[in-house]
């Protein structure tokens, strides 16, 4: 296992609220990503982090905001969330020119009514 | 068109052939990765490649980086190596992992 835990792990929630994944990392990596999946697409880059409070957008950006205060911690905001942010999401970590590069996290499973 | 394409989408097999899923990639890119998602399960990276070949038991990985392609092999294939394989590249504007679509594979007893 590569350290990263993802909470909730599965969430139901109703149009107009707002919604917030954790995801952890015991690694101590400098790298942090949220992609979103989908039927029919790969994996969608939403965020990314390459530090504490050092964060940037990724393809499917709009709707959601992230945060990072700790090393450790990579949070996924929907301020409001939509049915079309129904969705799997995984976070992962990447350490760079080690190993296998970027490991994922267990994932979150969305559902937005 | 997508910058990863895979193919083919589905794959049926039966136990203990010799399996192939194809990716080709039209960016230039750092590295190659092959990950492995089970129905309903999260994501695991078997190989990261940026030339040659790698195996890791029944597994083999080769990329061409000339031709831009990619093959992921699996021999004497089992009910278990059921799953959905996802090749992703490293590379293009961003350098960011690309992902294709996914090979879904099933093997059957």
């Known amino acids: 296992d590569a350290g990263i835990t993802q909470s909730p792990r599965h969430k139901v929630t109703e149009t107009g609220t707002p919604v917030t994944l954790r995801c952890h990392q015991t690694?101590?990596?400098?790298?942090m990503y949220w992609y979103r999946q989908d039927p029919g697409h790969g994996l969608r880059l939403i965020h990314y982090s390459y530090g504490v409070k050092d964060t940037d957008k990724g393809e499917v950006s709009d709707g959601y905001s992230v945060s990072r205060s700790k090393t450790e911690d990579f949070l996924l905001t929907l301020e409001s969330a939509t049915s079309s942010q129904t969705s799997v999401y995984f976070c992962?970590?990447?350490?760079?020119?080690?190993?296998?590069?970027?490991?994922f996290g267990p994932g979150t499973r969305l559902t937005v009514t | 068109k997508n910058e990863v394409e895979q193919s083919p989408q589905n794959l049926t097999a039966q136990e203990g052939e010799f399996i192939t899923i194809n990716c080709s990639y039209s960016?230039?890119?750092?590295?190659l990765h092959w990950l492995q998602q089970h129905p309903g399960g999260g994501i695991v990276s078997l190989f990261m490649?940026?030339?040659g070949k790698k195996k890791h038991g029944r597994l083999i990985a080769t990329i061409n980086i000339q031709e831009k392609h990619s093959s992921l092999h699996i021999t004497a294939s089992h009910p278990r190596d059921s799953a959905v394989y996802i090749c992703?590249?490293?590379?293009?504007?961003?350098?960011?992992?690309?992902f294709g679509t996914g090979t879904l594979l099933a093997v059957q007893p």
């Open positions: 960016v230039g890119i750092s590295a």
């Open positions: 992962a970590i990447r350490d760079p020119g080690q190993g296998l590069d970027q490991y």
């Open positions: 992703a590249v490293r590379g293009g504007a961003t350098n960011k992992l690309i």
């Open positions: 490649l940026s030339s």
């Open positions: 690694e101590n990596h400098r790298y």
